[in-house]
């Protein structure tokens, strides 16, 4: 069955410091991932997404994210965290089938302090 | 502006009473879903379309009734809700069901049923 983990419910950063937010997957066949954010009380915001080629990605807002076909895993980064970055972050896999779904992990609280 | 629409944002109503969630696209996408988003489970689909008059579940469709008539129309109907329908809804749209295609949401119905 397809998944995909966020194994940490929320993450606390100090604004200036470089944050991860992580996440892995277990899909069959090649993955399409994607990493979306939720401000408070707003819909998802796509960030970036993996289709193939180089495996760091680079998205909006100064993020990337590093794909790795061992782990496997998708995980979300930014060298220098921002307060407004303070949000809810969703990694998805959509694994090719026609029903374009697709499949969210339970989502990760990224708090950045001051 | 390329968008997602949704309306209602708010919705409060009493189980049986049925209801429907409108949702717009102005991207002229032919994919479009409903997802609905519950702490600790992530988004999970109710029911995609891949075009007009095409439509079909996802994972979790009991309970829900869409239509598909006109190409940047998806409403999502409830005949007769249940108190365990009370969820965050998003609408989302894509230029095609293909997957490596990005799927944009709309800003989310909050739905109480009482």
């Known amino acids: 069955a397809q998944s995909v983990a966020q194994p940490e419910d929320q993450v606390n950063v100090a604004e200036g410091n470089p944050l991860t937010v992580k996440c892995t997957y277990s899909?069959?066949?090649?993955?399409?991932l994607f990493w979306y954010v939720q401000y408070p009380n707003r819909g998802l915001q796509f960030l970036l997404k993996y289709i193939t080629g180089d495996n760091l990605v680079k998205g909006s807002y100064g993020f990337e994210a590093e794909f790795n076909k061992s782990q496997p895993s998708f995980h979300l980064k930014k060298p220098s965290a921002l307060v407004s970055d303070s949000a809810l972050y969703f990694c998805a896999v959509n694994h090719g089938g026609s029903q374009g779904n697709l499949i969210f992990g339970k989502g990760t609280k990224l708090s950045v302090k001051p | 502006e390329a968008q997602v629409t949704q309306n209602p944002r708010y919705l409060i109503t009493v189980t049986g009473k049925k209801l429907t969630v409108t949702c717009s696209q102005n991207?002229?996408?032919?994919?479009m879903s409903w997802y609905r988003q519950d702490p600790g489970l992530g988004l999970r689909q109710i029911y995609y379309s891949m075009n007009v008059e095409v439509t079909d579940k996802g994972d979790v469709p009991e309970g829900y009734k869409v239509s598909r008539k006109e190409k940047r129309n998806f409403p999502l109907i409830l005949e007769s809700p249940s108190p365990n329908q009370t969820s965050l809804y998003f609408c989302?749209?894509?230029?095609?069901?293909?997957?490596?295609?990005?799927?944009?949401f709309g800003p989310g119905t909050r739905l109480t049923v009482l």
């Open positions: 899909v069959s066949g090649n993955p399409y």
């Open positions: 991207m002229n996408h032919e994919y």
């Open positions: 989302a749209s894509s230029l095609i069901a293909g997957a490596p295609d990005t799927q944009y």
